[in-house]
Nanobody, 119 residues
Framework: QVQLVESGGGLVQAGGSLRLSCAAS????????MGWYRQAPGKQRELVAI???????NYADSVKGRFTISRDNAKNTVYLQMNSLKPEDTAVYYC?????????????WGQGTQVTVSS
């Protein structure tokens, strides 16, 4: 099992910045990918950004150039730096840890943290 605890959400004005943190604990060995997803009211959960164990990153088109995902392996923590926030970034943000195995993949989720961007 992997436990994920997010922090750093809140209310910010459009154009502002927030940094989300996700601390992982438990059986964190061989986690292949960590990422951030978000879900706005009435919408499906969507990928925001991911980072692999090798440090490769990928972003949703809607956040490219504004958000940066990073990881501190010593602290078992993943960060999401969000700049130039827009009202459409308002959502609950979830941390995800994924481990691939012979049967497929294991996904672990945090409890979510609310990000609200006012216009």
């Amino acid at each position: 099992q992997v436990q994920l605890v997010e922090s750093g959400g809140g209310l910010v004005q459009a154009g502002g910045s927030l940094r989300l943190s996700c601390a992982a604990s438990g059986s964190i060995f061989s986690i292949d990918v960590m990422g951030w997803y978000r879900q706005a009211p009435g919408k499906q959960r969507e990928l925001v950004a991911i980072i692999t164990s090798g440090g490769s990153t990928n972003y949703a088109d809607s956040v490219k150039g504004r958000f940066t995902i990073s990881r501190d392996n010593a602290k078992n923590t993943v960060y999401l730096q969000m700049n130039s926030l827009k009202p459409e970034d308002t959502a609950v943000y979830y941390c995800n840890a994924r481990r691939y195995n012979r049967l497929g993949q294991e996904d672990y989720w945090g409890q979510g943290t609310q990000v609200t961007v006012s216009s």
